[in-house]
């Protein structure tokens, strides 16, 4: 690999030792072959001065929860360096106790929580220290001969052989160092965990990691392949694994078809079984992978995920003591053999995360395979780092899940309006939200959480391609809020153009008919599914001219009800929604509510709070709704019908 140093980029950054760090640990970080998501950690020994105007001697290490490639000067942890050398000559020390010495010893009392490797980067004599968990070097460790690869191709390294990360990392190392003259070591490998290398200056330590790992890329030949990018399972068999996986998980779970080149080289592999079943490129992927993945055969779905979650738990049972709590059993990925893997996740971004990690694990696994054979650290090693508080307080920002969590939601006409205010607030609160739309939404839409598909609804071709990539993007539907529509000009039935009446039936019936007939085999899948169906007061109360529109969501009201009795017994609830006055939609220029409030002689704002509660009711209003009948306050309710309009005599 090459040094990504560029003399004028890393004049931008301050001349501070604290600067220059900032800066070749972006670099570290923009490397995704070197580490991955807060993985790795750099340190730098500068002097701090205090308020007081009193120096003192400090230790700059990554604080947790930042990560490399977008790390700021902030997020360097000032710890007085002469404590950490101290607890460094401890004979035992706890996590807890680690944690909290390391926040006394803080010199920044708002700063995050040192690295748990900062008592390591303060016995290594050098003012710059980097760490990273390099994929080619760590493939080597993992491979059969790892042990003589490593000592064959670095002489001049320390060689630390595996040891758990933290106090105990930190002990190996200062026992085998004590005494050494580290001149002569230009960095330092941990078996089957990563890089250390260490230098006075910036450039230096930086430079030292990039040769190390260009050593053992040399060393792994190129894999050749002729792989075809073909091969896949049906929609019917994702959702039928989302719906095991999220029960297994004991919560809804996005699931991710992935079917990259590397995934369709691991899926077909011979020895699949093998390969994929013997554990993650480092320890601490373990979070977010789990051990291993489930290999799925789609024949018998069921039996496949059952095995993986008594072999979870058969792990556990081995490996515990008495203070361990199991995690979910449920797996974080899963290899279909010949037809690619499949991400599970609560969210887009956990998605990406396991993602990326899985695109690591597969390539070094394959590389490996060339170097003789994947050998991962043994499963106790790696129960040792799963069930590690300090491993888990990483996937702390994730606990406190959002209403709705690892659930998808489609909505139709989601580019404006009502539908638009109904995917935000869903987005808000935690779902993936699935966009269709015959416009492209504004450019504020929360592009992660809210995915845009150009569909017509009106087309059942448009709906399954939809569908299919919904599914193929994460694993099914769990909500369906029937929005689209349009609203034809007044018009009084003598006068009505044939073809008004049926493009507005075509659009506000008829698709509905055909979306819901598509989407109920996906919902029945779903974590406690149901449909919102977005009506209009027009249906309790419909006013003259509007027959075309009356009478279409009049008929889509019938299909909302029709949909409850039918659905019940799967467990998918139906709920509509009536409003009425909301003015915050396209439909209602100026212009518009000028004149239509002069037809009633009342101001705009009057005419905007025409309602029994006198209130100015809003799209975002009904989108609230919308969220409480999919969500767990409607959970025994189905087939309801509830205005959102501020009250409406001819309704009530
Ligand atoms: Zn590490």
Not at 97 to 114: G, K, W
Not at 143 to 166: C, K, N, R, T
Request: hydrophobic share 40%; aromatic share 6%.
């Amino acid at each position: 690999m090459r040094s990504l140093w560029l003399q004028k980029d890393a004049d931008t950054y301050s001349e501070t030792p604290l600067g220059l760090r900032v800066y070749t640990s972006r670099l570290l970080g923009a490397s995704s072959e070197l580490v991955l998501h807060g993985g790795g950690n750099t340190s730098v020994k500068d002097e701090f001065q205090d308020l007081l105007g009193d120096t003192h001697q400090a230790l700059f290490v990554k604080g947790s929860g930042w990560d490399l490639a977008t790390i700021e000067e902030a997020g360097f942890s000032p710890v007085k360096h002469e404590v950490l050398l101290a607890m460094a000559q401890l004979a035992e020390l706890s996590d807890k106790d680690m944690v909290s010495a390391q926040r006394a010893a803080l010199l920044e009392p708002s700063a995050p929580n040192p690295s748990v490797e900062a008592i390591l980067h303060a016995i290594i004599p050098y003012k710059f220290v980097d760490h990273t968990h390099a994929d080619a070097v760590v493939t080597l460790c993992n491979s059969v001969e790892g042990e003589q690869l490593i000592q064959a191709i670095y002489p001049d390294l320390l060689v630390i052989p595996y040891v758990m990360p933290g106090f105990e990392l930190a002990k190996e190392v200062r026992d085998r160092t004590a005494g050494i003259d580290w001149t002569q070591y230009g960095g330092m490998i941990l078996m089957n965990h990563g890089v250390f290398t260490f230098a006075d200056d910036a450039r230096e330590s930086y430079e030292a990691m990039i040769e190390i790992v260009t050593r053992a890329e040399k060393q792994i030949p190129k894999r050749k392949t002729t792989i075809e990018l073909v091969g896949r399972i049906s929609s019917d068999d994702i959702t039928k694994i989302r719906q095991l996986v999220s029960q297994a998980a004991g919560k809804s779970q996005i699931v991710k078809y992935s079917r990259g080149e590397v995934d369709y080289e691991f899926s077909k592999h011979r020895e699949l079984s093998r390969i994929s079943q013997q554990g993650p490129l480092t320890p601490d992927h373990v979070i977010r992978t789990k051990i291993t993945p489930v290999l799925i055969d789609v024949n018998e779905c069921e039996a496949s995920i059952e095995q993986f979650v008594v072999g979870y738990k058969e792990y556990f049972e081995l490996h515990k003591n008495a203070s361990h709590i199991m995690l979910d059993a449920a797996p974080k990925w899963a290899v279909i053999p010949n037809n690619g893997i499949l991400l599970f996740g609560s969210n887009a971004r956990d998605i990406g995360i396991v993602g990326d990690i899985v695109s690591h694990t597969t390539e070094a696994i394959l590389n490996a395979e060339t170097l003789g054979g994947w050998v991962a650290l043994s499963p106790k090693h790696i129960f040792d780092v799963e069930y590690w508080e300090l491993e888990q307080a990483k996937l702390g920002q994730t606990k406190g899940a959002k209403e709705f969590e690892g659930r998808v939601v489609l909505v139709t006409g989601a580019s404006r309006g009502i539908g638009r205010a109904c995917a935000h607030e869903f987005a808000t609160r935690g779902a993936q939200v699935v966009s269709l739309d015959v416009v492209e939404p504004d450019q504020d839409s929360n592009a992660r959480a809210i995915h845009h598909i150009t569909c017509d609804i009106t087309q059942s071709g448009s709906i399954a391609e939809a569908l299919d990539e919904t599914i193929n993007e994460y694993g099914g539907l769990d909500v369906f809020v029937n929005n689209a529509g349009i609203f034809p000009a007044s018009i009084a039935i003598e006068r009505m153009e044939q073809k008004v009446w049926d493009r507005t039936l075509e659009v506000n019936l008829t698709a509905a008919m055909s979306l819901m007939k598509q989407v109920i085999p996906i919902l029945r899948r779903g974590w406690h599914p149901s449909i919102v169906v977005i009506g209009s007061k027009n249906v309790p109360a419909p006013g003259p001219g509007a027959a075309a529109y009356s009478v279409a969501k009049a008929g889509l009201n019938q299909l909302g009800r029709i949909a409850a009795l039918e659905l019940a017994k799967d467990g998918v609830r139906v709920n509509m929604i009536h409003p009425n006055g909301i003015f915050d939609t396209e439909l209602w220029t100026e212009e518009l509510l000028k004149e239509r409030a002069e037809a009633y002689e009342l101001s705009v704002d009057e005419y905007r709070r025409r309602n029994l509660l006198s209130k100015e009711v809003r799209s975002h209003d009904v989108a609230l709704m919308a969220c409480t009948m999919a969500g767990e306050t409607f959970e025994n309710t189905t087939g309801s019908q509830v205005a959102v309009d501020g009250g409406t005599v001819g309704v009530i």
